[in-house]
């Protein structure tokens, strides 16, 4: 069965450091760009960052999280991290990651549309 799983969530305070991981079942996750997108109560999802196949050597994050957050690839485990430094009250949501489903070598989107097996989320708060 293919799927993403999402772990790492949990409570932080603001100003601390969380890291997301995002592992794959089922497929080879190095031939895929992987996306993280968020989700706030009563906001649509959005998406935060993206990583290349291959090695990731394309990243890009949106404004809100950019200086921020990295993201990174291990493909032996089969995993992309997001490590979130410096959270801000504005990053509590629900955290997704996914593949895109017609990735483009060496390049990553934003675009949500370009995006499958959605993992079932990670929730993580930022809270003194």
């Known amino acids: 069965q293919l799927q993403l799983v999402e772990s790492g969530g949990g409570l932080v305070q603001p100003g601390g450091s969380l890291r997301l991981s995002c592992t794959a079942s089922?497929?080879?996750?190095?031939?895929?760009?992987i996306g993280w997108f968020r989700q706030a109560p009563g906001k649509e999802r959005e998406w935060v960052a993206c990583i290349s196949d291959r090695g990731g050597r394309r990243t890009r994050f949106a404004d809100s999280v950019k200086g921020r957050f990295t993201i990174s690839r291990d493909n032996v485990k089969n995993t992309v991290y997001l490590q979130m430094n410096s959270l801000k009250p504005e990053d509590t949501a629900a955290y997704y990651c996914?593949?895109?489903?017609?990735?483009?070598?060496?390049?990553?989107?934003?675009?949500?549309?370009?995006?499958?097996?959605w993992g079932q989320g990670t929730q993580v708060t930022v809270s003194s």
């Open positions: 089922g497929f080879g996750m190095e031939s895929y760009a």
């Open positions: 996914a593949r895109d489903w017609h990735t483009i070598p060496g390049l990553c989107e934003f675009l949500q549309e370009r995006y499958e097996f």
